[in-house]
């Protein structure tokens, strides 16, 4: 019997005593004595190198404890005088699932709590606030969550530089419709490695694999040092695995033959004294197989053998599934059989779970989830039938290989059984298909070339791809690279086309360019030919951030526009091509109608025998809390009303940036509606949980409003609701809706500027349970309602401490004004999240007064030429060949020289503007000579030269904007120049400089340079114009 070589005690890491912390190994493997034989042939690579690794294992053969391996290993690195830097580092585990995150969370919680390491959920369903994401070391994601995460430019750009291991678990998934998404976040992330050479480990685990090597090429893993291939040998239990083929063709024989021959498999376990778990594929399938199950028992005498032992422990386990609210729970139970699906309440799941790991269930009938979510062993485990409904496809697919393996990874219990047994009963045609994917694996191939567009559209938004030539670049980070190059044709690359270009440079070039033209037609980028750039646009980049296809952009294109209602929007939503494998079914139709007119509010264009249509009807049916009976239809409304809600949210970005009020307003609403699944003209009441329906719809039926309850008693509103006690609860809801009063007050700053100040007082009462510990998020925007046009946004926070304490918040911004002046524009404020949550001040231009039409230059007075000498420096003075300086120099000399107010100087090139900028200079040198700048000769330099740089460019950047507001014509120049460009550029005014600075190289050395300026108190800031020479 081969016996472990790596013992626990060998790889504790004992840090130094200075805070007392025990060894690292044994707090995290506490009660593990040692190491499996996959486990101690990887140690060495993962727990003391940093080397990228792909781990191919088979399911339970102890693959988390090799993540748990490389933790504890970057753990270790951020360990001084024994104290765990946490805010040095972030490690992020990638897995396939919500339901298995989830399961990792509290996995590597519990295994991490002991060295005080936080380990947080970030999925589509456990959002994290920056704060909580900042206080987290470990974070578990799934690929779609952790892609966005790190597409956004903004924001979540320092988490992701904080990252230093990333897992991703189920490799295998780069062959399915997820892929893009792996090869994606694996891409950006070996950039991001190689442009700013930090060091982030990748660690990939994975089932089985035939082309692991092809995957380790992808992942920059050295198949010397860190690729490791175990086969089934491995398996923790071995598996004895049965394929079971029903002949018959009729649907209904089909379904009787699968029960008997799933019957007679469990039976056999049972007399065998096994514990036995059925997977299905659908939730209701669930009760339906456990109850045929038991009926044969009862029929056939056989029911004994499926009972508990009755003991104490069976007793209470008794008492705990009478408590359920389940009912088929409750029934199923006492004749030892239960159910398991994603449906039932969490207790509920949990309950069941503890009473099949405790003995107390034999047969357990569930559904995929199970398998893939909770680490839950059975001895043997029966899939009946391989035929799964798929939302995302809109149709009966076969269950995929990795689903088998996952389901059979299930069998045998490490700790009790020699060996497992997995059984598949299918259809006979499917038999061979099941027999040659777990004999035979196909090399598992790329699926990018599908979402290329998405993902180039993506790394242009995030600015990582600018051109063609680094897309080109970005390509060859991709498995889909690595699987062209190993299996050309199968991409439709001819093996004469490979042979003349083997590094596909030409083929890449191809496929950027055909990407980037579709695009630039979609408007998501601007894609110039000639000189092959990429520049991202507001949509493309909205598309990034809220993961839009490009298929439904070209639909927002034609159909999106500002005059659209709620039912048009909703039907716009409905043909996005993120709902196009949902298919309308004949046995559907009935119940469709049935939705259709009782609770569809809005027109649902293509009714119920079209796929819009009934993507409209489910979605308005969510939002009215309709009732379904159909588990297909139940299926797609989730998915419908999930992806939805991101829809119509960018939607809203897309109106916002293209500055259409009345469509930024009611899109916002929308996107509330489907969010809180209530429409827009109910009671904004109902979003309370506490209130009864009956009391709602009094409310409604009487027509009280906000505003009207609100000046209303508790007791009047009782008294009219004919229910006295409910009248405070009422009241304490109306005063929670959030609320608040702005006060604005403007000034022009030109004739076509004017700057805003709005005051925001919050006028709602707080309460966390219904409004979280954070704040209220609210948006912003000045409409001018004759022209239908927004001239500023803005997204802001009302905090709990401001509603608490009513603590006024400001905000300051400027917006265009023309001529003739209007009669006013409109600040809107609308809730994020609150219906019924919104306010409107009313900006006056009637008694507004306009600056000058033409306001006059600086007025050039005729001062007497300042001499050289006024600046009280013999060092400063010898660095100039003239005497005196010009009218202009003379004139700001004492602002520069003497004050440190900034300076914006306006004048015709030739007018002495360096002379100007070393004038500002010489006084940081008298005023601060222990600053930075005046630390040595060489960072003086520097220094000197940047703060020149500086002043020269804000200078022109100001003017630029100033001109392009006054509408006088174009910019000068809209992209920032190339550095190559920008030093060419400066290099003949940096020329200027340098000769007389470079002269004060030994000055500084002298005592001189240490003397004060006069110190005078600070004037208004000079510009000038006028007819000066050059210094």
Not at 297 to 304: D, L, Q, S, V
Not at 601 to 608: F, W
Not at 944 to 971: C, D, F, P
Request: glycine share 6%; charged share 25%.
């Amino acid at each position: 019997m081969w016996q472990p070589k790596v013992t626990v005690t060998l790889y504790w890491v004992l840090l130094e005593d200075a805070c007392n912390i025990k060894e690292i190994g044994q707090l995290a493997f506490k009660g593990m004595k040692r190491l499996n034989r996959i486990q101690s042939i990887v140690f060495e690579t993962a727990y003391n190198t940093n080397e990228n690794m792909l781990i191919c294992a088979p399911t339970g053969a102890g693959k988390t404890n090799i993540a748990m391996l490389t933790i504890l290993h970057e753990i270790r690195q951020h360990v001084q005088h024994g104290v765990i830097k946490k805010d040095e580092f972030k490690i992020v585990y990638v897995a396939p699932m919500k339901a298995l995150a989830a399961e990792m969370t509290n996995y590597f919680s519990k295994r991490l709590e002991p060295l005080g390491i936080t380990v947080k959920e970030l999925t589509g369903d456990m959002q994290l606030s920056k704060g909580e994401i900042l206080r987290t070391q470990m974070l578990v994601t799934t690929p779609e969550k952790w892609d966005v995460v790190t597409r956004k430019s903004v924001g979540d750009v320092a988490l992701s530089q904080l990252v230093k291991l990333l897992i991703l678990d189920e490799v295998h998934l780069l062959h399915e419709d997820r892929g893009p998404v792996l090869e994606s976040i694996v891409a950006r992330t070996l950039r991001q490695v190689e442009s700013t050479q930090s060091m982030i480990r990748i660690l990939g685990l994975s089932a089985t694999l035939p082309n692991y090597l092809d995957v380790a090429t992808f992942l920059h893993v050295n198949p010397y040092i860190g690729l490791f291939y175990f086969d089934s040998r491995f398996r923790p239990v071995p598996l004895g695995q049965t394929f079971i083929g029903i002949k018959t063709t009729n649907k209904v024989q089909q379904l009787n033959h699968m029960d008997e021959v799933c019957y007679e498999n469990v039976l056999k376990q049972i007399m065998a004294g096994h514990q036995v778990m059925v997977f299905v594929h659908a939730r209701n399938a669930t009760v339906r197989t456990a109850m045929a199950l038991r009926e044969k028992a009862k029929n056939n005498g056989h029911i004994c053998h499926f009972l508990s032992p009755q003991g104490s422990d069976y007793r209470q386990a008794e008492k705990q599934v009478q408590r359920s609210r389940n009912k088929q729970l409750r029934e199923l139970f006492p004749d030892g059989f239960s159910i398991h699906h994603a449906g039932m309440l969490r207790q509920d799941r949990s309950l069941v779970e503890n009473l099949f790991s405790n003995g107390h269930i034999k047969v357990l009938v569930c559904t995929a989830t199970l398998a893939w979510g909770v680490n839950l062993p059975a001895h043997a485990v029966v899939i009946k039938g391989t035929q799964i409904y798929a939302a995302k496809r809109g149709s009966f697919v076969d269950l995929g290989i990795l689903d088998v393996m996952q389901i059979f990874g299930r069998a045998g219990r490490p700790q009790f059984d020699k060996f497992g047994e997995g059984i598949i009963i299918t259809t006979h045609d499917k038999l061979s298909h099941y027999l040659t994917l777990l004999t035979q694996q196909n090399p598992i191939e790329s699926q990018f070339l599908e979402s290329l567009a998405d993902n180039l559209n993506a790394e242009i938004a995030l600015g990582t791809v600018t051109n063609v030539e680094e897309a080109v670049k970005w390509i060859s980070y991709t498995y889909l690279y690595v699987r062209m190059r190993a299996n050309p044709l199968v991409y439709g690359i001819s093996h004469k086309a490979y042979q003349m270009d083997p590094g596909l440079e030409k083929h890449r070039e191809q496929l950027v360019i055909e990407v980037g033209r579709k695009l630039d037609r979609a408007r998501m980028i601007r894609f110039e030919e000639r000189t092959g750039f990429f520049s991202s646009t507001d949509l493309g980049r909205t598309a990034s951030h809220y993961y839009i296809k490009y298929n439904t952009i070209e639909t927002f294109n034609e159909l999106f526009d500002a005059h659209k209602t709620e039912g048009d929007i909703l039907a716009i939503v409905s043909k996005a091509e993120e709902f196009e494998q949902i298919k309308v079914r004949e046995e559907e139709i009935e119940e469709l109608d049935t939705l259709l007119n009782d609770f569809c509010e809005l027109p649902a264009p293509g009714g119920v025998e079209n796929n819009y249509g009934k993507i409209n009807i489910l979605l308005q049916t969510y939002i009215s809390r309709g009732e379904m009976d159909s588990f297909s239809l139940i299926s797609d409304s989730a998915y419908v009303a999930q992806n939805a809600a991101r829809i119509v949210r960018a939607l809203f970005e897309i109106a916002l940036r293209k500055r259409w009020p009345a469509m930024t307003y009611r899109l916002l609403n929308l996107s509330k509606v489907i969010d809180k699944r209530l429409w827009g003209w109910v009671s904004p009441l109902r979003q309370f949980s506490v209130l009864p329906p009956s009391v709602l719809s009094k409310l409604e039926e009487k027509n009280l409003t906000i505003d009207k309850m609100k000046d209303m008693r508790k007791d009047e509103i009782g008294h009219m609701l004919h229910h006295v006690k409910i009248g405070l609860k009422v009241k304490q809801c109306v005063h929670q809706i959030p609320s608040i009063a702005m006060e604005v007050t403007i000034q022009p700053i030109t004739r076509t500027v004017l700057r805003v100040r709005l005051n925001i007082t919050p006028d709602f009462t707080w309460n966390d349970q219904v409004h979280g510990t954070v704040g209220e998020p609210w948006w912003i925007w000045v409409e001018d309602p004759t022209n239908d046009h927004i001239y500023h946004s803005e997204y802001f926070i009302v905090q709990k401490k401001q509603v608490i304490t009513k603590e006024p918040q400001l905000l300051v911004f400027t917006i265009p004004i023309f001529e003739p002046l209007p009669s006013q524009y409109y600040i809107r404020a609308v809730s994020d999240r609150w219906l019924g949550a919104e306010a409107v001040c009313i900006i006056n231009f009637q008694h507004l007064i306009l600056p000058e039409r033409h306001p006059p230059h600086t007025e050039l007075l005729d001062l007497q030429p300042l001499p050289v000498t006024a600046l009280g420096h013999p060092e400063y003075e010898v660095l100039y060949k003239f005497t005196h300086f010009n009218p202009i120099q003379t004139q700001i000399f004492h602002t520069l020289y003497h004050t440190d107010c900034n300076v914006l100087l306006g004048a015709p090139t030739g007018s002495g503007k360096t002379v100007a900028a070393e004038l500002a200079i010489f006084r940081v040198f008298n005023k601060y000579p222990t600053s930075k700048e005046a630390r040595s000769d060489s960072t003086q330099r520097a220094h000197r030269g940047r703060a020149i740089e500086t002043l020269i460019g804000v200078s022109n950047e100001v003017l630029n904007k100033l001109y392009w507001e006054r509408g006088h014509g174009k910019r000068i120049s809209r992209k920032p120049p190339k550095k190559t460009d920008r030093a060419a550029r400066t290099r003949p005014r940096s020329a200027s400089f340098s000769p007389r600075l470079l002269a004060l190289r030994q000055c500084r050395a002298s005592s001189a340079l240490c003397g004060s300026g006069t110190g005078k108190p600070e004037g208004k800031c000079a510009t000038g114009r006028g007819r000066g020479s050059g210094g």
